[in-house]
């Protein structure tokens, strides 16, 4: 009894002590996320954590067609960060989710290259002899490589290069095989061609009239219902800091009117 009383006191000490603000646990926010993120999302949290400093928050980034996969059987993610609208909305009508969809950015893509100079390259300048290997992401289950598809058909490239295509898991690993060069150049993500390893090569903006919008969304799963540190971030992420973050890796901020 005498140890439970020693126990409950230095408790209380504890709390009385304690800076305003800061809470003795949080919940852990688990988050999934698009490839496209990988940069900008990592600066926010870590921007969000200096006001939140006893917050843990775990990332998982891939592609946007898997993580919905893996929600729909039962992976642990509070919230979901997609590249496509068209993947929230399905986790929402099989009722996975527990918020609204909301959009968050709009995405673009890009030809990107380590090996050449790409500041003047159109997508017809890939039926070229000297482009051996095109990099895309997986278009099956990646938003950016079925944008990039839809362009290169738009453009009546897409079965002219088919055997020249290299597919990516997603966008990030996608943008690896280039800078690697395992692929002489490739679409990818404005975001990541705009990212700190990246960025020195340049890029080529592609036309976005020639594809679908990426239109970029995130939910708050049936996971992360209850949980006070996902709704908390969803808030954060209509912030200021975080739009000037989203910008300069070349998002585009939906319109709110």
């Known amino acids: 009894m005498l140890l439970f009383l020693r126990s409950a006191y230095i408790f209380l000490v504890v709390m009385l002590f304690m800076p305003v603000g800061q809470t003795v646990a949080s919940d852990k926010l688990t988050i999934a996320a698009a490839s496209d993120l990988r940069y900008a999302l990592t600066e926010i949290i870590a921007l969000y954590q200096q006001d939140s400093p006893g917050q843990i928050i775990e990332v998982v980034f891939g592609s946007s067609g898997k993580m919905t996969t893996q929600i729909m059987n039962g992976a642990p993610y509070d919230l979901f960060f997609s590249a496509d609208i068209a993947y ?3 986790l929402q009508a099989a009722g996975f989710t527990s918020s609204d969809v909301a959009v968050y950015a709009l995405g673009r893509i890009v030809l990107w290259s380590r090996k050449r100079d790409v500041s003047t ?3 017809e300048d890939l039926l070229d002899k000297s482009v051996d290997r095109i990099a ?7 938003p950016y490589g079925a944008r990039a598809k839809e362009a290169l058909q738009t453009e009546g490239l897409w079965g002219a290069v088919q055997h020249k295509l290299v597919l990516g898991e997603n966008i990030a690993r996608t943008a690896q095989m280039i800078d690697s060069e395992a692929a002489d150049v490739g679409i990818i993500a404005l975001s990541l ?11 080529a903006l592609i036309d976005h009239k020639l594809h679908q919008p990426l239109t970029q969304s995130y939910v708050v799963t049936q996971q992360g219902a209850n949980n006070k540190a996902a709704l908390a971030f969803t808030r954060y992420m209509e912030s200021e800091q975080v739009h000037a973050i989203m910008q300069q890796y070349g998002f585009s901020l939906p319109d709110k009117g």
């Open 88 to 90: 929230p909305k399905k």
């Open 121 to 123: 390259l159109k997508l």
């Open 136 to 142: 895309i992401a997986n278009p099956a289950h990646a």
């Open 193 to 203: 061609a705009r990212s700190p390893g990246l960025a020195r090569h340049g890029y």
